[in-house]
């Protein structure tokens, strides 16, 4: 099974966090990343996703794989949109399941950014001035991830 996905489309968060329901679980933490209206002081009106697919699922799933390993946590997964987005849509999904909560946020926090830095995906960013810029990786506090 996958642990990392790209999706063109919105998808189920609820559907996605039942994944990773287990009798061990005790605790779970998640991070929702939304498009926001505003990066920089720049008004934004909407982004756009890219990804060099092959590279980036293999490294998503790399990611994953290396939480499991590093954190006591039983399990985890990530999907990342691509494709045009509209300011409030959700953008990236984390969720990580663990026996103890404190493995759960730590492993959560470093799966995305892990994700923003090493998974070959690129926002492009349109102003409400008319123009557009391309963001990767995401400095920290300029993507919806932060």
Not at 24 to 48: K, Q
Not at 103 to 116: G, L, P, Q, S
């Amino acid at each position: 099974m996958n642990r990392f996905a790209l999706s063109e489309t919105p998808f189920d968060v609820a559907a996605l966090r039942a994944q990773l329901l287990d009798a061990r679980v005790g605790g779970y933490a998640s991070f929702e990343g939304w498009v926001r209206d505003h990066n920089a002081g720049r008004e934004v009106t909407g982004l756009r996703y890219e990804a060099y697919v092959t590279l980036a699922e293999v490294e998503g799933e790399r990611v994953l794989a290396e939480a499991c390993e590093r954190f006591a946590i039983l399990d985890a997964r990530c999907v990342h949109r691509t494709g045009d987005l509209a300011i409030g849509e959700l953008a990236v999904w984390v969720g990580v399941a663990a026996a103890h909560r404190d493995a759960a946020f730590a492993a959560c926090r470093w799966i995305i950014d892990e994700v923003k830095q090493r998974v070959p995906i690129w926002k492009h960013e349109r102003y409400a001035q008319g123009d557009a810029d391309w963001l990767h990786p995401a400095p920290k506090g300029d993507d919806p991830a932060d």
